[in-house]
Nanobody, 121 residues
Framework: QVQLVESGGGLVQPGGSLRLSCAASGSILTVNVMGWYRQAPGKQRELVAT???????NYEESVKGRFTISRDNAQKTVYLRMNSLKPEDTAVYYCNAKARTTTRVWETDYWGQGTQVTVSS
């Protein structure tokens, strides 16, 4: 199994910044894509950004130029730097990893527990 532990959420004023972190642990063989998703109240979960093991990135249109995703492969950790935050960025942010483990050798989606990000004055 894979455990994903997120940190870094909180309350920030519009225009402010936050950095989210997510560390993967467990009986991991490989971690391919890691990413961040978010879910606002009353809305479906949506992709925010993803990054492959060779650092190819993909961003949701509304966060391009404001958010930066990065990862440390050795530490199996993914980060999301969020700048110029807006009230509409308010959501629960979930970490995702597509990983192979010693007990599940086919690639499987794993999710963190979520961390709240609130952008408000």
């Amino acid at each position: 199994q894979v455990q994903l532990v997120e940190s870094g959420g909180g309350l920030v004023q519009p225009g402010g910044s936050l950095r989210l972190s997510c560390a993967a642990s467990g009986s991991i063989l490989t971690v391919n894509v890691m990413g961040w998703y978010r879910q606002a109240p009353g809305k479906q979960r949506e992709l925010v950004a993803t990054i492959t093991s060779d650092a190819r990135t993909n961003y949701e249109e509304s966060v391009k130029g404001r958010f930066t995703i990065s990862r440390d492969n050795a530490q199996k950790t993914v980060y999301l730097r969020m700048n110029s935050l807006k009230p509409e960025d308010t959501a629960v942010y979930y970490c995702n990893a597509k990983a192979r483990t010693t007990t599940r050798v086919w690639e499987t989606d794993y999710w963190g527990q979520g961390t709240q990000v609130t952008v408000s004055s």
